[in-house]
T-cell receptor
Framework: GENVEQHPSTLSVQEGDSAVIKCTYS??????FPWYKQELGKRPQLIIDIRSNVGEKKDQRIAVTLNKTAKHFSLHITETQPEDSAVYFC???????????FGRGTSLIVHP | SQTIHQWPATLVQPVGSPLSLECTVEGTSNPNLYWYRQAAGRGLQLLFY??????ISSEVPQNLSASRPQDRQFILSSKKLLLSDSSFYLCAWGQTGQETQYFGPGTRLLVL
């Protein structure tokens, strides 16, 4: 089955800095890669996703890049703000399975 | 638009008691439905998923079970709760044929 590794487990940045979270996956058949943000005590919420036919996707301060050859994808947050503090989860889905494999999560702390 | 509900929001139960958590989705038909568990500070563990009424797949053998009595209703049950069942239980849904999952608000279960 698919295996997703996520790093780092904790990331601490100063407000205004950029943050990068990286995930690697094992199955080359994976073709859908969502990212979720989970604030303390809340549900995970989809913030951005990318499919394997696209190399990069942006949404305001958030971007995701995908390297199919190396089988890794990354979340980039620019100009971080304290409200970006949360746990971020990456996931990978094999085409047609609809069962994502999640990474273990990254706790992002943005210091004012 | 689609909405997912879970209840109760919080629950405190004694060891050995039964459990029933309910999840319903509005605004869509024949959704894929999922039950996840999340221990404090940990990642997402898929428990069950369903692609249709009466169709349940189990990912982790344990003292929990799931049922889908109606198209947009997913129930998580246990006959006898264990202390280790204390966790945050999340229901999620996805459109048929699409990989994206959307999470419900969750039920926080404490077994004493």
């Amino acid at each position: 089955g698919e295996n997703v590794e996520q790093h780092p487990s904790t990331l601490s940045v100063q407000e205004g800095d950029s943050a990068v979270i990286k995930c690697t996956y094992s199955d080359s058949a994976s073709n859908y890669f969502p990212w979720y943000k989970q604030e303390l005590g809340k549900r995970p919420q989809l913030i951005i996703d990318i499919r394997s036919n696209v190399g990069e996707k942006k949404d305001q301060r958030i971007a995701v890049t995908l390297n199919k050859t190396a089988k890794h994808f990354s979340l980039h947050i620019t100009e971080t703000q304290p409200e970006d503090s949360a746990v971020y989860f990456c996931a990978a889905s094999i085409g047609g399975s609809y069962i994502p494999t999640f990474g273990r999560g990254t706790s992002l702390i943005v210091h004012p | 638009s689609q909405t997912i509900h879970q209840w109760p929001a919080t629950l405190v139960q004694p060891v050995g008691s039964p459990l029933s958590l309910e999840c319903t989705v509005e605004g869509t038909s024949n959704p894929n439905l999922y039950w996840y568990r999340q221990a404090a500070g940990r990642g997402l563990q898929l428990l069950f998923y369903s692609v249709g009424i009466g169709q349940i797949s189990s990912e982790v053998p344990q003292n929990l079970s799931a049922s889908r009595p109606q198209d947009r209703q997913f129930i998580l049950s246990s006959k006898k709760l264990l202390l280790s069942d204390s966790s945050f239980y999340l229901c999620a849904w996805g459109q048929t044929g699409q990989e994206t999952q959307y999470f419900g608000p969750g039920t926080r279960l404490l077994v004493l």
